[in-house]
C-alpha cells in the first residue's frame, strides 16, 4: 500500500491474532533502530492512524510493517512491508 497522504490510514487484514505490533520507520530494512519513528501494540483491531507528530515530516518516504501478537504474547511473522510518504498541506503544494 503506498500512497501519499495528510495523514496516513494504515490498515491492515486480520491474521486471527487478538493483538498486532506496528513499527513505521525511515529505512526500508528495519536494521537501525534510530531509524524506527513509531512502534505501537495495536489491541483494538487492525487500523491505526499515524498521528500528525513531529516524529513524521512532510516529502519522505517511510516503510510500515505488522505482525500478529498471539494468546501468549509470541510475537507472529513480519508483514511485506509497505510504504507512504507525507504530502505537504495544501496550501503549499
Do not use: C, H
Amino acid at each position: 500500500m503506498s500512497g501519499l497522504w495528510n495523514f496516513v490510514p494504515t490498515s491492515w487484514r486480520q491474521a486471527g491474532a487478538p493483538d498486532y505490533q506496528l513499527q513505521v520507520s525511515r529505512g526500508r530494512n528495519f536494521d537501525k533502530l534510530s531509524n524506527l519513528v513509531i512502534d505501537e501494540d495495536v489491541t483494538d483491531g487492525t487500523t491505526f492512524t499515524v498521528p500528525n507528530s513531529d516524529a513524521l515530516v512532510t516529502n519522505r518516504t517511510y516503510y510500515w510493517r505488522v505482525r500478529g501478537i498471539g494468546r501468549f504474547f509470541e510475537p507472529g511473522v513480519w508483514s511485506e512491508v509497505r510504504s507512504f510518504r507525507i504530502a505537504p498541506p495544501a496550501d503549499l503544494q
